[in-house]
């Protein structure tokens, strides 16, 4: 009987341990919520180059020239990335000759942005980092002439939802470049990962056209979509003109250190770092503070 229970344990917590690294090696925590993937994120930030190893030219190689060459005929792209990480798009970007624009990089770590800024330190007149929530972009519609989102649709709570957003934000005539995990543990992330066909109706569903998905990495698909409608992009507009709050989605004023809503009041703090804070926001009076 003692084997039994013994035989039972041991079978439990080969179980556990399958369980956990499921969730929180191939998941990344993606189903035990936002706030555990953050986490995650957050502890892995000082390593997570390391951890990726990133090649740097084959970044601009394979990101870098090819978004620039989609752009090449608008002047001074505005460009969003979501879920920008250690601000690897935006190296890419910054680093082409060719582009002449300016790059938002949004994410939910504040940790693995405070990386970004400081692996971007050199671009910094060029980059403004905000920290949010990919799922409620405090842009206005139609704002970028390109909205990217790499290896991180997979690891929000909806990915559906995530892209129509990005969409939303994407100017017509404006590119997309997005990822879908298809390697070997995509089978273990249901409703985050996409058969490479239901990926590509999912994007037809949307208003996009030219939709291209081809193999990128070994775990990824990578595809490029223009958002249907007549071509009006080009200039690099304040931010005031482009950031709407995340609570009621009415325009923002800057003062001296903040950005305020002018309907709710509510304060986005920037930080010490320029990171605009609007993940955590803060009552406040219409007053200036």
């Known amino acids: 009987m003692n084997w039994?229970?013994?035989?039972?344990?041991?079978?439990?917590l080969v179980l556990l341990g399958l369980l956990l690294y499921w969730?929180?090696?191939?998941?990344?925590?993606?189903?035990l919520g936002p706030r555990v993937v953050v986490l995650m994120y957050d502890w892995s930030a000082r390593i997570y180059e390391r951890i990726k190893r990133y090649v740097p030219g084959d970044e601009q190689w394979f990101l870098g020239l090819p978004l620039t060459r989609a752009l090449e005929l608008i002047p001074a792209p505005l460009v969003l990335d979501v879920a920008t990480g250690t601000g690897r798009l935006p190296r890419a970007?910054?680093?082409?000759?060719?582009?002449?624009?300016?790059?938002?990089?949004?994410?939910?770590?504040r940790r693995m942005l405070r990386e970004a800024v400081r692996r971007t330190a050199q671009f910094a007149d060029r980059l403004t980092y905000v920290w949010q929530d990919a799922r409620n972009l405090p842009f206005d519609d139609d704002t970028f002439d390109?909205?990217?989102?790499?290896?991180?649709?997979?690891?929000?709570?909806?990915p559906r939802a995530v892209m129509a957003e990005l969409v939303r934000v994407l100017r017509p005539g404006g590119v997309l470049l997005t990822t879908n995990r298809v390697g070997p543990d995509a089978r273990f992330l249901p409703?985050?990962?996409?058969?490479?066909?239901?990926?590509?109706?999912?994007?037809?569903?949307?208003?996009?056209?030219?939709?291209?998905?081809?193999?990128?990495?070994?775990?990824?698909?990578?595809?490029w979509a223009v958002k249907i409608g007549e071509p009006r992009g080009g200039g690099i507009r304040p931010l005031?003109?482009?950031?709407?709050?995340?609570?009621?989605?009415?325009?923002?004023?800057?003062?001296?250190?903040?950005?305020?809503?002018?309907?709710?009041?509510?304060?986005?703090?920037?930080?010490?770092?320029?990171?605009?804070k609007m993940a955590r926001f803060e009552r406040a009076t219409l007053t200036s503070s």
């Open 4 to 12: 039994i229970a013994l035989l039972l344990t041991i079978l439990g």
């Open 23 to 31: 969730q929180l090696i191939i998941a990344e925590g993606a189903y």
């Open 93 to 109: 970007l910054l680093r082409q000759p060719a582009f002449d624009g300016r790059v938002i990089g949004l994410d939910l770590s």
């Open 146 to 158: 390109a909205v990217t989102c790499l290896e991180a649709l997979e690891f929000t709570p909806d």
């Open 191 to 223: 409703k985050r990962a996409f058969p490479r066909d239901e990926f590509e109706r999912m994007l037809s569903a949307l208003p996009l056209e030219d939709v291209k998905v081809r193999r990128w990495q070994q775990d990824y698909d990578l595809a």
């Open 240 to 276: 005031p003109e482009i950031l709407r709050c995340p609570a009621c989605t009415d325009r923002l004023s800057r003062e001296a250190d903040l950005f305020r809503c002018i309907s709710c009041g509510r304060a986005y703090p920037i930080d010490k770092d320029g990171v605009i």
